[in-house]
Nanobody, 117 residues
Framework: QVQLVESGGGLVQPGGSLRLSCAAS????????MGWYRQAPGKQRELVAT???????NYADSVKGRFTISRDNAKRTVYLQMNSLEPEDTAVYYC???????????WGQGTQVTVSS
């Protein structure tokens, strides 16, 4: 059974930092491009950042220079370091494992990030 379990969300003041983690099980981790997406109330889910097995990263313009995605293949875990958080970053953050249609794509259950004073 495939599981993506996110952790690390919470309430933080503007300018603060959080580190999200996503632990994967039931998949061959190296087969997947891993990513973080977010969905704010009343908005569509949007890409935050992705990272390939080879370490190539891609970021949404809104988070470039503030967020860093990384992965530890040995631990089958992907991370999102979020610095200089803004109220506009408030959303539910979802972990994503993406591969070919034959292999599949999976989502975590989400973790809430709230940036507020």
């Amino acid at each position: 059974q495939v599981q993506l379990v996110e952790s690390g969300g919470g309430l933080v003041q503007p300018g603060g930092s959080l580190r999200l983690s996503c632990a994967a099980s039931g998949i061959i981790f190296s087969f997947y491009r891993m990513g973080w997406y977010r969905q704010a109330p009343g908005k569509q889910r949007e890409l935050v950042a992705t990272i390939t097995n080879g370490g190539t990263t891609n970021y949404a313009d809104s988070v470039k220079g503030r967020f860093t995605i990384s992965r530890d293949n040995a631990k089958r875990t992907v991370y999102l370091q979020m610095n200089s958080l803004e109220p506009e970053d408030t959303a539910v953050y979802y972990c994503n494992a993406f591969s070919t249609p034959a292999i599949g794509t999976y989502w975590g259950q989400g973790t809430q990030v709230t940036v507020s004073s």
